[in-house]
Nanobody, 124 residues
Framework: QVQLVESGGGLVQAGGSLRLSCAAS????????VGWFRQALGKEREFVAGINWSGGSTHYADFVKGRFTISRDNAKNTVYLQMNSLKPEDTAVYYCAARPFVFSTMRSGDYDYWGQGTQVTVSS
């Protein structure tokens, strides 16, 4: 069992930056791949970025490539999402999720554990 808690969301102007954190507790976090997803009001949840259990492999949705960076510090049981050049369309609740496999995927159904989400609002 893994518990995930996101933090770092907030209100930022377009062009600004935020860093989200996903802190894990419970079983060894090094055994889990992690994904970040987001859900805007009235829209389906969508994949944002993923990282494998060692941090050596990452992948991104096309709409965040070059702007967002996912990373992890297994010593701190934490995964980060650095978000730069934010746009109003990035406004959403951001969730981290974990799966007990080496690699992350883009499918939300592949993840076993989810955090409660953190709101990101980007004003124009």
């Amino acid at each position: 069992q893994v518990q995930l808690v996101e933090s770092g969301g907030g209100l930022v102007q377009a062009g600004g930056s935020l860093r989200l954190s996903c802190a894990a507790s419970g079983r060894s976090f090094t055994s889990y791949a992690v994904g970040w997803f987001r859900q805007a009001l009235g829209k389906e949840r969508e994949f944002v970025a993923g990282i494998n259990w060692s941090g050596g492999s990452t992948h991104y949705a096309d709409f965040v490539k070059g702007r967002f960076t996912i990373s992890r510090d297994n010593a701190k049981n934490t995964v980060y999402l650095q978000m730069n050049s934010l746009k109003p369309e990035d406004t959403a609740v951001y969730y981290c999720a974990a799966r007990p496999f080496v690699f992350s995927t883009m499918r939300s159904g592949d993840y076993d554990y989810w955090g409660q989400g953190t709101q990101v609002t980007v004003s124009s």
